[in-house]
């Protein structure tokens, strides 16, 4: 997890498996604590992804729900050090969301 012998991210996709979302935030959890017991909090972030995505207190369709949606479950890893670089590149950084 250390920024100098890792990739800057990482895409885990899993066609196969994981259809379910709650599974599938389930296994994202797993991976969050690793990241905690690895201490790379701060690190390296999670980022998913799913085509039922959906975030808490929201309905099926609501459009919040189609940024986190993607043809097939994924786990993003990303170093954060990269995001902090790719947002200092824009002059309005707070537009990319």
Not at 21 to 48: C, E, K, N, P
Not at 65 to 84: D, G
Request: proline share 6%.
């Amino acid at each position: 997890l250390m920024p100098d012998t890792c990739l800057d991210t990482c895409l885990i996709v899993t066609p196969l498996i994981l259809d379910d979302f709650y599974d599938y935030m389930d296994v994202a959890a797993s991976i969050d604590d690793a990241i905690d017991d690895l201490d790379g909090r701060g690190v390296v972030q999670l980022a998913t992804f799913h085509p039922k995505y959906q975030f808490a207190g929201t309905s099926v369709y609501d459009e919040e729900n189609w940024t986190n949606r993607s043809p097939y479950p994924t786990f993003h890893l990303i170093q954060e050090e990269e995001v902090t670089r790719a947002l200092h590149s824009f002059s309005e950084p707070e537009q990319v969301w």
